[in-house]
């Protein structure tokens, strides 16, 4: 099954006599169930198109869909409810309530879903059941991001967008949360694209598409992963 469908996408960024074209025809599939990673130079075009896949932005032309869904035909609000249903995001910075326990944050976003996870599911998938009743400012970088990582994924969407989400951590804590999201994928099958310089997560992918100037210049298979996929 195909999750994601971009043909000819692109995006040009205009402020005031400048245009800068972030995405110069983009044409790629997504299937369910993959891990894909977006690989390449500063200012290449991988944040705009997972902007562009999350709902966040639009395109300025060609075709986006989400499954039978043309993302690209939405307006604002089309997009805010697919990106309310259907996807999770991971960042660089965590962005937890430091108010709230670990549970706590998880909790704050299955309230609103409609079929959600238990938060000590969410947080058991990602191996931080133990700590759940811990604050923030009681958990190392790594297990705070797998808090991140289990709030995005406590409401089941079917697509994980990460942005360098080991951008902040060591390569020891960064594999934790490399594991967190692979097992993520493997329990619930959620598709996820992420955008990451980590060598681990590169070679434990399925895919990865390599952009430059705003184009997927090449793109490597790991049939091996795929098979166990
Ligand atoms: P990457 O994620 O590969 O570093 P980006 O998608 O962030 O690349 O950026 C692609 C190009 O678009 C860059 O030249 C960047 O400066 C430009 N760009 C990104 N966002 C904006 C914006 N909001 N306004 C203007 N230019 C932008
Ligand atoms: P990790 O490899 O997950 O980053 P660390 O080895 O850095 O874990 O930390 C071990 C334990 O110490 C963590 O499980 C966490 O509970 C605690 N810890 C780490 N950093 C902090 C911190 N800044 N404040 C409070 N506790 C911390």
Redesign the pocket.
């Known amino acids: 099954d195909v999750v994601f469908t971009a043909k000819d996408l692109t995006k040009t960024?205009v402020?005031g006599e400048t245009q800068?074209h972030?995405l110069r025809g983009v044409n790629l599939e997504i299937s369910a169930g993959e891990v894909v990673v977006l690989l390449?130079?500063?200012?290449?075009?991988?944040?705009?198109?997972l902007n562009i896949m999350g709902g966040l932005d639009h395109a300025t032309s060609g075709e986006l869909s989400f499954k039978d869904l043309r993302l690209t035909d939405l307006d604002d609000r089309g997009l805010t409810s697919y990106r309310r249903r259907h996807v999770g995001f991971v960042f660089q910075f965590y962005n937890l309530i430091p108010s709230l326990t670990a549970y706590e944050n998880v909790a704050l976003v299955t309230e609103i879903a409609d079929d959600p996870m238990r938060p000590e599911e969410a947080l058991a998938l990602v191996g931080l059941e133990p700590r759940m009743h811990h604050f923030p400012a009681q958990l190392s970088g790594g297990e705070q991001q797998r808090v991140a990582i289990a709030r995005a994924i406590a409401k089941r969407p079917e697509v994980l967008l990460c942005d360098e989400p080991t951008g902040a951590l060591d390569s020891r804590t960064g594999v934790r949360v490399i594991d967190a999201l692979m097992k993520v994928n493997a329990e619930l099958g959620t598709t996820t694209v992420i955008?990451t310089h980590n060598a681990i997560i590169q070679e434990v992918a399925h895919r990865v598409l390599f952009?430059s100037d705003?184009q997927i210049s090449k793109a490597v298979t790991n049939e091996a992963r795929r098979a166990v996929a």
């Open positions: 960024y402020s800068v972030a390449g130079p500063s200012g290449s075009g991988k944040s705009t198109l955008i952009f705003g």
